[in-house]
């Protein structure tokens, strides 16, 4: 066991899940290995289902038996990877192990990997990250004979690297024991296992694991349709000048050469690429494309028939890039792939031993079970963790970098290249975040005032979700007498609508209906939707008299809305300064360069003015 003597300890490299009680051998067998180590899984192609069929008489074969068991397996593993993804679907907690300071402990737990296989630990589960990390060379530091021990280190050493720890699908055989030899057949194999032990490795590797999703795959897709128009020799050849000067119509008979070779080159451009890019969707799209005339230099209107010889070439291949776009809408099964192993957390290692755990980046499934668990923990793990400058792949880099605790950390992982052909995007590395106080002394404060102040602020998103929850239930409460909804208002005349507002408690804003009514805006119509109660506000439109649309105004609408026509009687109060008139601009007073005549007791402007002229 892991907590056993220190050379058993020592001697375990990789943890795994320890064996259930079920796996007990039905009988004394041999311990002999096998003798071909058990295939590596892999996926995830679709399997063709034939599963056996048996009857009375039926002389049953391991064949038989294995086929019943690969049928119920791999549908399993099929239902899996479509249906619900991979990921952690509960459990499997990293934690500090109060043992070993060179290890941590994981949780019981579920999971799936990307084949479909199901990951699962019975309960916590000791994992030696420095052993491994010593087995692959990762470790800064004199190796230890001890994993729990930490290595002898300079005490000026104080390095932190940040790893992450993967969970792995493995398949491991045991209860070996001897089959029987039959009278008329070949000899079998000395050992044969009879049990097959679906387990769990952990590994701690140093570069995050790719998880590309299939928002990733669908971009890839979409701009890979797009890529006519973005790249290549045919959108080179659309940013020609001349191009330009032909979709306008300003081409002229004179260039009537220098346009019709531009145009060929266009069009043999876009047949080029559909040779090795076909359409799927649009069936006749080459004849269309050779069967555009360009004009004659001779003819009447040739610079729109240029235009239109060139608009239809690219009107083609703008059907093609859509076509393809909504295409690659209807998404195919999962490709074939490798099995991989799934993302649990980060460890932080420094001196030898583990100093931090946290269980993020993490991968998870989303299910409706545990919908707004893993929406908050994928929500808030960016919180968790912190973004490490990457100095490339090298465990020995000398390039350091400082945390806000003036621990120095090494970047770990490299920049990897996702490119689909539709660009490269970096994996960022991470480590686990250090949390300080900005203000002791206001910190303090804020607990004294209130002593849950600090987990009202961490609990309020939990608080949203409630309160959002009961409001929506209370709005669209069908059987409510107070509730009412702006449909009510539709049809009715000015004066049956005022009277049905001040009989429900509600404010009604009437005013003429625009001509043609804007689309609805997402949001407004969500809320327009909902009931609301005494106290709401309603923004309603007439033609003539009669009411032809209601809308319900949140508070935060209505405001806005009033603050908007407010605005706008304001700018149609105010003058325009250069539109000032003459007289306004004398009694400013007097022009700029004249010298002002003092005025004399008794003496009136009127006069001043007479004077002065």
Known sequence: MYYGDK????????????????????????????????????????????????????LLTDDDLSLGQRYQIEKNKLYHRSLHGSGVVCGL???????????????????????????????????????????????????????????VTPADCNVRQCFFVTACYVEEEHDFTTPLTPGCGPSPRECEATRIRESVRFEIVNDMPVSKGPLFDLRCRIEACFGLLTEGLFASALRDQLVSVATVGSATAAQNQQFWEEFCKLRGLLLL???????????????????????????????????????????????????????????????????????????????????RVCNCPRWYVWSFTSFFQVLFATLFESRACESVEQVGHDPASTTPRTTNAGTTVRGWGKTAAEDCGCGKSPLPATCCREFHIDNCTAFVRNMLASGRSVADVATAPLTLITELTNSLQASLDPTSQTWMSSKMFVDLNEQQANELAKNMGVSVRIEPAPTEFAAYEPVRTFLGGLQAGPGSSFRLFKRGTTIVRADFEPDLYARITALEAELAAMKAQTPDPGAAPAAARRESGPARGTRSRPKTNGTAGAGEEGGEK
């Open 93 to 151: 907690r990293l934690t500090c192990d109060p043992v070993c300071a060179g290890g941590i402990l994981v949780g019981e737990g579920f999971a799936i990997d990307d084949c479909g296989n199901d990951l699962v630990v019975c309960g916590p589960t000791p994992v030696d990250v420095v052993g491994q990390l010593q087995e692959k060379g990762y470790l800064l530091g004199a190796p230890s004979t001890d994993p729990c021990e930490p290595p």
């Open 273 to 355: 690429y559909l040779e090795s890019h076909p359409d799927h969707y649009n069936c006749t799209i080459e004849d269309d494309i050779r069967a555009i005339q360009f004009p004659q230099a001779s003819d009447n209107d040739y610079g729109t028939k240029v235009r239109d010889a060139f608009c239809r070439i690219i009107e083609l291949a703008y059907q093609h890039v859509l076509s393809c776009a909504f295409g690659a809408l209807t998404f195919s099964c999962s490709e074939p792939r490798p099995a991989s192993c799934i993302l649990l957390g980060t460890v932080e290692v420094c001196n030898g031993r583990v100093v």
């Open 7 to 58: 050379s058993a300890r020592s001697a375990r490299a990789v943890a795994s899940t320890p064996a259930p009680q079920a796996y007990t051998s039905r009988a004394p067998a041999s311990t002999c290995p096998p003798v071909e180590p058990p295939p590596s899984p892999a996926c995830c192609n679709l399997v063709c289902f034939d599963r056996p069929r048996f009857f009375c008489g039926h």
